[in-house]
């Protein structure tokens, strides 16, 4: 596994959560840093994802003004701030990492992928 996803779980309704994402040792190419959200039957969608060397975000318009995407000065970790959550935003999210500098919202742009960290919106 060359990234790892963690921070899911479960949280109530106007709540929030933390991912993080690492990569496990291999060397891979990061220009630019995302996170996916996926459901059960549907597609994997964009929530967000910014380039690494200017750190300019792009999102999905069902998240802005929620979700902050922001990375780590010191390594290769970026996270994924979500604040007000909602029952919609529950998914497993996977964050993903391409070579190339790219905010693009089509997971066949993005080379690398993480395992996946659930995130469950709930009362």
């Known amino acids: 596994v060359q990234l790892q996803a963690f921070g899911g779980g479960l949280v109530q309704p106007g709540g929030s959560l933390r991912l993080s994402c690492t990569t496990s040792?291999?060397?891979?190419?990061?220009?630019?840093v995302g996170w996916f959200r996926q459901t059960p039957g549907k597609e994997r969608t964009f929530v967000a994802a910014?380039?690494?060397?200017?750190?300019?975000?792009s999102y999905a318009d069902s998240v802005k003004g929620r979700f902050t995407i922001s990375r780590d000065n010191a390594g290769n970790t970026w996270y994924l701030q979500m604040n007000n959550l909602k029952p919609e935003d529950t998914a497993v999210y996977y964050c993903?990492?391409?070579?190339?500098?790219?905010?693009?919202?089509?997971?066949?742009?993005?080379?690398?992928w993480g395992q996946g960290t659930q995130v469950t919106v709930s009362s």
């Open positions: 910014m380039r690494w060397v200017n750190s300019i975000p």
């Open positions: 993903a990492a391409s070579g190339m500098s790219t905010t693009s919202p089509r997971t066949s742009s993005w080379s690398s």
């Open positions: 040792g291999h060397t891979i190419s990061r220009n630019s």
